[in-house]
Every structure is written in structure tokens, then in C-alpha cells.
């Protein structure tokens, strides 16, 4: 079983910074791809960012490169998503998910592993 646990989300002004973390316990996550996603109401789930859990590469959408940036800590089994400059069309739920295997994929459905999301909210 795997457990992912996001935390760090909450209301920030337009402009301003947060920093999400998602605690992965388990399974070994030796070799797997570590994702963000978000969905806003009434719209589809989002692909944000993903990065190799043993290596540096990472790979964004463009609505949030040169704002967002992906990190992991291998040693606390942590990713964290660095968002900066934030907008209120950046508001929505965010989730941390997880995959074995070594492609950097924005598709969901390629993530088998889920957390509950953590709330962030932008203010115009």
C-alpha cells in the first residue's frame, strides 16, 4: 500500500508564493515518477509538474513553467511544488501522485498512486 499525504496549501493574494509537500510512505519508491495535478470546480484535472524521483529531470505545462517549480528530498520521501507568482486561475485543488516505471508522463491515468489534494486558493 501506498500513502501519499499533501500539505502546505491555503489563501495567498495574487503574486504571492506557497509551497506544497506531499509525504510519500510505503512502498520503496526507488525508481518512480512523482507528479502534481490540480483541478478547479468544474473543470478536468490538470497536469502541473512531474519529476524522476533518482534524477533532476522535471517537466512542466506551460501555464505554470518559470512560476512553479517541482523539488524532491529523497532522504524525507518528499516532493514540493514551489509556486510563485500566483494568479487567481491558479486556484484549485492540488494532488501529489506517484507511478513506477521512468517516463515523465502528464497523463493521469498513468499515476496509480493518489493523494487526498490540498486546497489552494488565489486572491485577485
Known amino acids: 500500500q501506498v500513502q501519499l499525504v499533501e500539505s502546505g496549501g491555503g489563501l495567498v493574494q495574487a503574486g504571492g508564493s506557497l509551497r506544497l509537500s506531499c509525504a510519500a510512505s510505503?512502498?520503496?519508491?526507488?525508481?518512480?515518477?512523482m507528479a502534481w495535478f490540480r483541478q478547479a470546480p468544474g473543470k478536468e484535472r490538470e497536469f502541473v509538474a512531474a519529476?524522476?524521483?533518482?534524477?533532476?529531470?522535471?517537466y512542466y505545462s506551460d501555464s505554470v513553467k518559470g512560476r512553479f517549480t517541482i523539488s524532491r528530498d529523497n532522504v524525507k520521501n518528499t516532493v514540493y511544488l514551489q509556486m510563485n507568482s500566483l494568479k487567481p486561475e491558479d486556484t484549485a485543488v492540488y494532488s501529489c501522485a506517484a507511478r513506477r516505471g521512468a517516463k515523465l508522463t502528464s497523463l493521469p491515468y498513468e499515476y496509480a498512486y493518489w493523494g487526498q489534494g490540498t486546497q489552494v486558493t488565489v486572491s485577485s
Open positions: 519529476i524522476k524521483w533518482s534524477g533532476s529531470s522535471s
Open positions: 510505503g512502498r520503496s519508491f526507488s525508481s518512480n515518477i
